[in-house]
């Protein structure tokens, strides 16, 4: 299949993978592929994880009905196993559906893989768009190495035993998690207190947005300076040793 086919909205029946934005951005346009519209024009329902985000992803572009009036699914975390079955019933009917992550791409720390597994069993086609990725913008922006990487969800809730095995693991392999954004600014102190002076870790926060920051240094340098307020920012924890 060539780019231009791929892009091309067709009538088969399909289960879209598409991307999300990273933040509140008035215009979509400058982080998704125009591809990402044809495909959206072409839906005839969406699988999301809440319908308040799903309904207001629709908003962003031209449906074939009215985002009000396109059906939704709502499929997350608490999604039972045997209930999968029921969101691809309407794409083995012949329909056209898209899942969508409440932020950026699918299937990446969120319960999509699931809902992809059992469509490619089924003999269901699945197609990807590409789009923004917080885990792969905080590689890039880091200056960590992004040769061997490993990422690692959410952190515990007991994390100083996991942080200090990920410190271990981050010998030339940057290791990179996450945190509910209200517990941000404890778990920056908890790495701090707890890693080792020459070991870096870079803050990865608010990609996309106009308040974006990333910052990458040592342990050392860390305690030296101004801590950012990471508290209710979406971020993301990178670690990296070289010794």
């Not at 290791?175 to 707890?194: A, S, V, W």
Request: hydrophobic share 35%; with cysteine; proline share 7%.
């Amino acid at each position: 299949m060539t780019s231009d086919e791929f892009s091309k909205p067709t009538s088969k029946p399909v289960l879209l993978l598409l991307p999300n934005l990273l933040g509140d951005h008035h215009n979509h346009e400058s982080f998704l592929p125009k591809s990402v519209d044809k495909a959206v024009s072409s839906l005839d329902g969406l699988i999301a994880e809440s319908e308040r985000s799903g309904r207001r992803y629709l908003g962003r572009f031209s449906t074939k009905k009215p985002p009000q009036e396109m059906p939704i699914a709502v499929f997350n975390e608490s999604t039972p196993e045997h209930d999968i079955d029921f969101f691809l019933e309407p794409i083995r009917k012949g329909e056209r559906w898209g899942y969508v992550s409440d932020s950026g791409l699918p299937c990446i720390a969120d319960p999509g893989a699931k809902l992809v597994r059992r469509a490619s069993h089924s003999g269901i086609i699945v197609q990807a768009f590409i789009g923004p990725s917080s885990l792969l913008l905080a590689l890039m922006l880091s200056g960590l190495s992004g040769q061997r990487f490993a990422f690692h969800g959410y952190i515990d809730r007991n994390p100083v035993e996991q942080v200090k095995r990920l410190e271990k693991q981050s010998y030339k392999a940057t290791q990179i998690f996450m945190e509910t954004p209200y517990r941000n600014q404890q778990t920056l102190q908890m790495l701090l207190d707890n890693l080792q002076e020459n070991t870096w870790l870079c803050i990865a926060a608010d990609l996309t947005l106009p308040s974006q920051m990333v910052i990458s240094q040592t342990i050392g340098t860390w305690k030296k300076s101004p801590l950012p307020n990471l508290q209710k920012r979406n971020a993301l924890f990178l670690i990296y040793t070289d010794f």
